[in-house]
């Protein structure tokens, strides 16, 4: 057992800020790696950033890199992505992952939410 549920999905404009979260549970998941990927309508499910562990390590892709944090709770059991300067190309939905060993191939990750849609205006 074990379930990840996102939330804080929304919509805004560009520029703006919002903070998703992903919450687990059934199960601790502290051990493992956590991950954000994206997937917008006919488009790949695309990586965006993750966190080791303890959180000394993080990864993010150029997209997002200077403009999206990614932390974790592990007392909360939860991961957040803080989104800053928000643009339309970020319109997707974010889904949270968990998995024993990191990196950015979204088919090698065992534990996925439901997904939070973020949609961006112009």
């Known amino acids: 057992q074990g379930q990840l549920v996102e939330s804080g999905g929304g919509l805004v404009k560009a520029g703006d800020s919002l903070r998703l979260s992903c919450a687990a549970s059934g199960r601790t998941f502290s051990s493992y790696n956590l991950g954000w990927f994206r997937q917008a309508p006919g488009k790949e499910r695309e990586f965006v950033a993750h966190i080791n562990w303890s959180g000394s390590s993080t990864d993010y892709a150029d997209s997002v890199k200077g403009r999206f944090t990614i932390s974790r709770d592990n007392a909360k059991n939860t991961v957040y992505l803080q989104m800053n300067s928000l643009k339309p190309e970020d319109t997707a939905v974010y889904y949270c992952?968990?998995?024993?060993?990191?990196?950015?191939?979204?088919?090698?990750?065992?534990?996925w939410g439901q997904g939070t849609a973020v949609t961006v205006s112009s």
């Open positions: 992952a968990a998995n024993l060993l990191g990196g950015r191939v979204a088919a090698t990750w065992r534990y």
